[in-house]
Nanobody, 119 residues
Framework: QVQLVESGGGLVQAGGSLRLSCAVS????????MAWFRQAPGKEREFVAS????????YYADSVKGRFTISRDNAKNMVYLQMNSLKPEDTAVYYC????????????WGQGTQVTVSS
């Protein structure tokens, strides 16, 4: 059974930084691309960033490009999201997800971690 557990969320002032972590169980972690999503109150869940299986390719939503950095450590089964220059509109629950291998989409999700940015 694959489990994803996020941590690192919290309350931060605008302009501040947070680093989210996602611990992934399972021996085949390095075979999968990983991603971060977020969902703000009253809004649909949206893509934030993704990283390929070996970390060689990353993709970002336009809203976070230049401020957020996704990375992974395959030796530790960890995915990270470094968030800098945070804005109040970044307030949301952030979720870690594992990409499907044989089709598009994501097959496993974490429980989420709350990020609140005060103005």
């Amino acid at each position: 059974q694959v489990q994803l557990v996020e941590s690192g969320g919290g309350l931060v002032q605008a302009g501040g930084s947070l680093r989210l972590s996602c611990a992934v169980s399972g021996r085949t972690f390095s075979s999968y691309g990983m991603a971060w999503f977020r969902q703000a109150p009253g809004k649909e869940r949206e893509f934030v960033a993704s990283v390929s299986w070996n970390g060689g390719r990353t993709y970002y939503a336009d809203s976070v490009k230049g401020r957020f950095t996704i990375s992974r450590d395959n030796a530790k089964n960890m995915v990270y999201l470094q968030m800098n220059s945070l804005k109040p509109e970044d307030t949301a629950v952030y979720y870690c997800a594992r990409e499907r291998v044989t089709s598009s989409g994501y097959d496993y999700w974490g429980q989420g971690t709350q990020v609140t940015v005060s103005s």
